[in-house]
């Protein structure tokens, strides 16, 4: 309870009231990763958000607000809450309604990037509030570095006296959470021994996707799909003025390729600790990848919107830039190779100082903001939640092959690439051999009619099962030249083909994916068709190699010729 009749039917003897000014999703998402550590176990501050849609990226707020179960009042009721202090991660904090100090944290990384004005044409410093405010005495300016005092007082001169030492709070939780990476990555459904590329992308025209809105797509069909998985993360405002309609609209074929969407709130920090590279723009994401040792690719640089001087600005002069006449995935792993943990030492020192004080520096400020003893207890130092999105599973791939001798063993070597995105249907060099695989819960008619090779999604039981849903399946779709299915979880594949002889395959791992195994068999059956029973190698990218044994069941009719 708020507001002067609110003592009397309070249960907590709270002396203090903060009022969160809630705009943008960025904003409140900014407060709520941090403020619940700060008046942690206190009953003397009470907390409400007062929620302002003026904003042209309020959509999402209330949503979230009412989420995370926080107490909401329109901003309009200001004067009635009589707040002792306003925090906010959003500048535009109302001037009116209250007489309270305003602490204003920055809902990214600095004072880097200039953005439209609310009216006219003109731009401003992202992060710095009214001159009215600044002028009255009454608000201050979170920073994370000494620098951006001389910064913002160079551009600004009215907030000469008006900062905070604080730190990064969110770069801090990334840090602390690095430990985790492993976890993240299960979580996130990336296989061990496989990459994770992270794109990033702020808002605006001249953002990573609003540069180039087909590159999730053309980085998924260039990036195989056995040793790569790719995230994007997207600005908030870029869900709040467009849509999640919309936003999933365009990435469908990306998604439809496993492209791992991350939710706007939190569950972004997660990918990001989880990455092997960081592919992306001026956002404060990708600088917040740099800074924690990720090797980094600048697909795009809003150079008229970075400020200059700024940690940001200096990353742009560093950083590498994604080439689109080059290969995607030699430079992803160029990147990778080449790119060591302190490449971006001197971008991290320029942004963040004296890394792990910021969530205890924020509670002594906000402590001597309300004029109230600050609790004697330690914070504490929580990890990042673990996060696991929904995506989208592949059903379909173009599957290329080349089979040579290796030590005196055939060697099949396997890329796949989601069909979805994939442009390059044929590879004209009789070193490869290239086919359409499907999942059998393929929803695409067109696509199961013309594959190759037909994967059961669900193991089969036993033999018996497994041959009567490979007859089944080739008698569904005639075009096909092969069914593959697993048995039961012991690692063992059966492989039906259409003129009636079963490959079992069988290897070392219970982890080999059923479409690799179905691969194996239809390459040896287009390049040495006498070769189908006997023992083989099968190479996924460079360092992962499975030895593999085909047992041919075999029949009287002779194989019909393959196209």
């Known amino acids: 309870m708020v507001g002067a009749e609110a003592a009397q039917w309070r249960t907590f003897p709270q002396e203090r009231t903060i009022a969160v000014v809630a705009r943008t999703v960025t904003s409140v998402v900014r407060i709520l990763e941090t403020l619940?550590?700060?008046?942690?176990?206190?009953?003397?501050?009470?907390?409400?958000?007062?929620?302002?849609?003026?904003?042209?990226?309020?959509?999402?707020?209330?949503k979230l607000l009412e989420e995370n179960d926080c107490r909401v009042l329109p901003v309009s009721r200001l004067a009635e809450i009589q707040p002792d202090l306003i925090l906010s991660a959003s500048e535009n904090v109302p001037v009116e309604g209250a007489s309270c100090p305003v602490l204003v944290l920055p809902h990214g990384v600095g004072f880097q990037k200039f953005v439209p004005t609310q009216r006219g044409p003109g731009v401003r410093v992202s992060g710095v509030v009214s001159d009215r405010l600044l002028e009255a005495g009454r608000a201050w300016l979170a920073i994370s570095h000494p620098d951006q005092q001389r910064q913002l007082e160079e551009i600004h001169p009215a907030t000469k006296g008006r900062t905070l030492l604080i730190g990064d709070p969110c770069f801090d939780d990334l840090r602390t959470s690095l430990h985790q990476a492993s976890a993240f990555r299960r979580n996130l459904g990336v296989p061990a021994g496989k990459r994770l590329v992270v794109l990033s992308s702020t808002w605006g025209p001249e953002s990573l996707l609003g540069s180039d809105p087909r590159l999730p797509s053309r980085l998924l069909a260039r990036l195989p799909y056995d040793e790569y998985r790719v995230a994007a993360v997207l600005h908030p405002n870029i869900w709040a003025a467009h849509g999640s309609w919309q936003i999933r609209a365009l990435l469908a074929p990306a998604l439809d390729a496993g492209l791992l969407l991350m939710p706007t709130v939190h569950a972004w920090r997660a990918a990001l600790v989880g990455a092997d590279v960081v592919i992306g723009d001026h956002g404060s994401v990708t600088l917040y990848g740099a800074a924690l040792g990720k090797p980094t690719l600048l697909g795009t640089f809003g150079a008229t919107e970075v400020v200059a001087g700024t940690a940001v600005d200096r990353l742009g002069e560093v950083a590498p830039r994604l080439s689109t006449k080059a290969g995607l995935a030699e430079q992803v792993d160029e990147a990778i190779r080449e790119q060591g943990p302190e490449q971006y030492t001197e971008v991290r020192r320029a942004a963040f100082a004296d890394p792990g004080q910021a969530v205890s520096r924020l509670r002594t400020a906000i402590y001597r903001l309300l004029d109230l003893a600050e609790p004697g207890s330690p914070l504490p130092r929580p990890t990042l939640p673990v996060a696991k999105p929904q995506a989208t599973t592949v059903r379909s791939w173009i599957v290329t092959t080349s089979m040579s001798t290796v030590e005196g063993r055939p060697e099949v070597t396997v890329w796949r690439h989601p069909a979805a995105v994939f442009d390059e249907l044929a590879v004209a060099d009789d070193r490869y051999v290239v086919h359409l695989a499907c999942l059998d819960s393929e929803p695409d008619q067109r696509i199961a009619e013309s594959a190759s090779v037909v994967i059961g999604q669900e193991p089969a039981a036993d033999e018996a099962e497994a041959q009567a849903w490979t007859a089944r399946t080739l008698a569904l779709l005639p075009g096909s030249r092969a069914a593959a299915i697993q048995l039961g979880w012991t690692g063992r594949h059966f492989i039906g083909l259409c003129d009636g002889r079963n490959v079992e395959v069988t290897g070392e791992s219970k982890e080999l994916d059923t479409g690799l195994a179905a691969a194996l068999v239809y390459t040896v059956l287009r390049s040495q068709p006498l070769l189908l029973d006997g023992q083989f190698l099968l190479r996924i990218g460079p360092d992962h190699?499975?030895?593999?044994?085909?047992?041919?069941?075999?029949h009287n009719l002779p194989p019909p010729p393959l196209p």
């Open 36 to 62: 619940p550590t700060v008046v942690r176990g206190d009953p003397r501050i009470a907390v409400v958000f007062a929620h302002d849609p003026t904003s042209a990226f309020h959509d999402g707020v209330r």
């Open 545 to 554: 190699t499975h030895r593999l044994r085909l047992h041919l069941t075999p």
